[in-house]
């Protein structure tokens, strides 16, 4: 009877702390890394590191000074490769990240070209590598698919032009910096995942005080409502033309004022005379190449000019692109890609051809190329985002649904700016005072003596 009762007490406990932490591993990632994996990794990278290190051929020969010290002070024949020197472990939500020193002889190179075999030895689900100044570099481990579930961190980066958007694969926020990347190409197939980008992108953008400009020739169906928050939208390729030439006009008259006042952006401009930064939302840039009669190429090679004029030289002006479609390919017409030339952010989601992966991230990244199409479908919102580096990495956008995007629009709508040259293509929004009065149920009876 004893015996049964220790058991019980005992045996339960550890049953319920076991079922716990199963449970918690598949729907409480996070809880079960922090409890288990974390400790777990961090004594099997301490009692393995030098070991790990020389396998995977990240070592070096000491040199002469090192060499003597140990024949002659430690009495020792045979000398060790020289791994490279751990000078900080830090434990997060998501992983573990390790600042390395490189010795002479090693470049983060060999590590990146090391990081899957790092990744095996040590148990983790992926080891990214960022150099972070010369001769150190910072291996971000993650213990579980941070994309599985996307929770965007606490601290992200924040700016005058930052814009949170996505969760990277090693668990930090990929972020639009305007300031740095002032232009981006996003490309992705029907149920990639692209739409859910953009609604990301214009719910974090509602929130600054800029102004949103939008080309959505699909006669509004994506960004009808956005409007309360949009200085100006198209939803025709005759309107996309003439929003075009204005803020081409915008543009120059911006420029005059930076002449004037011998600033090289408008960031160098004072705050009462700074003109507010406009970024400009293509939905699907096909349509802007696309005629269906001669007649049309005109408005056509128009469109695209102004759209290569804006990418070159709109960034001192405060003018910011944004072009989305499902497929890019030098196939488009004249002009596609001296345009895709000027975007420099490159965020690409599944896609349907190889070629349009090509031209997305090819150019900057080629071994990117393989990693976008790869992407499955039953995961929308992975992407692959590159940049002129050449680095990429795999990121994915937290579910936001369109009402959810079109009600952040619509609190953040007095922040929206009115711009005088794209005043006719201001989208009218209904208000409370303009709907109509209710028709009562009941006719009502008139009262009688």
């Not at 830090?90 to 070209?113: K, Q």
């Not at 400009?280 to 696309?290: Q, S």
């Not at 009115?418 to 109509?436: F, G, H």
Request: hydrophobic share 40%; charged share 25%; net charge positive.
């Amino acid at each position: 009877m004893t015996d049964l009762s220790t058991l019980w007490e005992v045996g339960v406990p550890l049953a319920g702390t076991v079922g716990g932490l199963g449970y918690a591993k598949f729907r409480a990632p996070r809880v079960f890394w922090s409890l288990v994996g974390l400790p777990v990794t961090r004594v099997r990278f301490a009692m393995t590191y030098r070991s790990t290190m020389d396998v995977c051929g990240l070592t070096v020969q000491p040199s002469r000074l090192r060499a003597f010290m140990v024949r002659t002070v430690a009495r020792r024949s045979d000398v060790q490769p020289v791994p490279p020197k751990v000078r900080r472990v830090r434990g997060t939500s998501t992983g573990l990240r390790v600042t390395l020193r490189l010795p002479a002889g090693l470049e983060p190179a060999d590590v990146i070209a090391a990081s899957e075999r790092l990744r095996h030895a040590w148990g983790v689900h992926s080891v990214n590598v960022v150099e972070t100044k010369p001769g150190h570099v910072e291996l971000r481990m993650t213990g579980y698919d941070v994309l599985r579930r996307v929770k965007m961190p606490r601290r992200v980066p924040s700016g005058p032009m930052t814009v949170p958007v996505a969760l990277r694969e090693d668990g930090t926020a990929f972020v639009r910096d305007y300031l740095k990347v002032p232009h981006a190409l996003t490309l992705g197939a029907n149920q990639s995942g692209k739409s859910m980008y953009q609604r990301n992108l214009v719910a974090g953008l509602a929130r600054l005080p800029v102004a949103l400009v939008g080309i959505d020739c699909k006669r509004g169906v994506e960004q009808r409502g956005y409007a309360p928050r949009l200085s100006a939208l198209a939803i025709t390729p005759e309107e996309a033309s003439g929003v075009l030439d204005a803020l081409v006009g915008e543009m120059e008259d911006r420029f005059d004022l930076l002449s004037e006042y011998g600033a090289g952006d408008i960031w160098d401009l004072p705050d009462n005379i700074r003109p507010v930064p406009v970024v400009l939302l293509v939905d699907e840039v096909a349509e802007l190449f696309l005629v269906a009669t001669k007649k049309d190429e005109e408005r056509r090679d128009r469109m695209v000019t102004q759209m290569i004029r804006l990418g070159q030289m709109a960034r001192a002006a405060g003018i910011f692109l944004e072009v989305c479609g499902q497929r890019f390919g030098s196939d488009l017409g004249k002009g596609a890609t001296a345009l895709r030339a000027q975007l420099t952010g490159r965020v690409v989601h599944r896609v349907n051809d190889k070629q349009t992966a090509e031209m997305g991230v090819g150019d900057i990244a080629p071994d990117a190329v393989v990693t976008v199409l790869v992407i499955p479908p039953d995961k929308p919102g992975v992407a692959v985002a590159g940049d002129s580096s050449g680095g990429y990495s795999r990121i994915r956008t937290p579910k936001l649904s369109a009402a959810d995007a079109a009600a952040v629009c619509a609190k953040f709508a007095h922040l929206t700016p009115e711009l005088p040259a794209l005043a006719p293509y201001r989208p009218i929004t209904a208000t409370p005072a303009d709907s109509p009065a209710p028709v009562p149920l009941v006719k009502p009876i008139p009262a009688t003596d």
